[in-house]
């Protein structure tokens, strides 16, 4: 569903976030002159090495000192700083625009609280001037926003969040697979999604394996999904991407299954994020979304 920018992201919102940085372990060489630290050697400003002078070379990088002594001509190398390039996956499928139903009133749906999320991340990524894009699918690809950087760009990202749709049914196993083979400079992949597909979360898994990148899933989670007790007695479950139905007696036993379940499928994708070296978080929609993502931050960083 469509929201205004305001409902996105207000003005203490923004506040919250202008403390913290993410902070690349290895950002690959090949960006622009940015806030990260490249393995590339270049002109930045903290030493790293030094090398004989060859033509071409700026002269103001020539250390004299080794000159005088030496009678040779070398000049200095620096760590380059970089942008780090941040790429989203936003889920924008059916199963993203349900609320928690009746029993949760005012709580927002998924596809809201993933795109406060998004917006939450890109607010740090573009106030550090790194590159980011955003790439929304459902059961295909959607418009998706090409890469920007810079802090005036954060409005328009805002806009183009806001009038995102979500609707469709899921591919998330599609999405991760076409985005993997896409050659691209690698860097921070933050996948926004429920992470539900019909093949299961082991053909999830398969295909976070595939990514090159880091990644990162922020996955929005309604407040006791894994154990649904409002749904106790008789129901017909109604699937709101394919339109499939089935009735179901539900008691304690049948919770207790769907909680054992729930707990495999979320332990698979952490354990394939994790065998990555990514990482996973889910936002409860029922909660303010900026504290629960801060948490990915220790002392207003966040390791990329």
């Known amino acids: ?6 409902e996105l992201f207000d ?20 960006g622009r002159h940015a806030e ?14 030094m090398r004989p002078y060859v033509p071409g070379d700026d002269f103001r990088t020539v250390d004299w000192s080794v000159f005088q002594r030496l009678d040779k001509v070398f000049v200095r190398l620096f760590l380059q700083d970089e942008d780090l390039p941040v790429y989203f996956l936003l889920d924008q499928s059916a199963s993203m625009a349900r609320g928690p139903g009746p029993h ?27 590159r980011i894009s955003v790439h929304p699918f459902a059961g295909e690809p959607l418009r998706g926003m090409p890469p920007t950087s810079g802090k005036n760009s954060f409005q328009r990202l805002l806009a183009y969040l806001a009038a995102l749709p979500a609707s469709g049914t899921t591919s998330l196993v599609d999405a991760l697979r076409t985005f993997a083979s896409r050659r691209m400079r690698r860097g921070l992949c ?3 999604s429920d992470g539900f597909d019909p093949r299961g979360a082991a053909a999830v898994a398969d295909a976070i394996r595939l990514l090159p990148h880091r990644t990162l899933m922020v996955r929005p989670v309604h407040r006791g999904e894994d ?6 007695g008789e129901v017909r479950a109604v699937d709101c991407e394919d339109g499939e139905s089935l009735e179901l007696s539900i008691d304690p ?5 769907h909680q054992a379940a729930y707990r495999e499928f979320t332990d698979t994708l952490v354990d394939a994020l994790r065998a990555r070296g990514g990482g996973h978080l889910e936002v409860f929609t029922d909660e303010p979304v900026v504290p629960q993502v801060a948490k990915l931050f220790q002392h207003g960083v966040m390791q990329a």
């Open 1 to 6: 569903m469509t929201v205004a920018p305001a």
């Open 11 to 30: 003005p203490a919102f923004v506040r919250s976030l202008e403390a913290l940085r993410i902070v690349a372990r290895n950002v690959p060489a090949g």
């Open 36 to 49: 990260q630290r490249s393995r590339a050697r270049g002109a930045g400003q903290e030493f790293t090495d």
């Open 104 to 130: 949760a009133p005012g709580v927002p749906d998924r596809s809201t609280v993933a795109r406060r999320a998004l917006a939450a991340l890109a607010y740090v990524s573009l106030h550090q001037m790194d």
């Open 190 to 192: 933050i996948v926004l």
């Open 227 to 232: 154990r649904p007790v409002h749904l106790l």
């Open 253 to 257: 036993a049948l919770l207790d299954r």
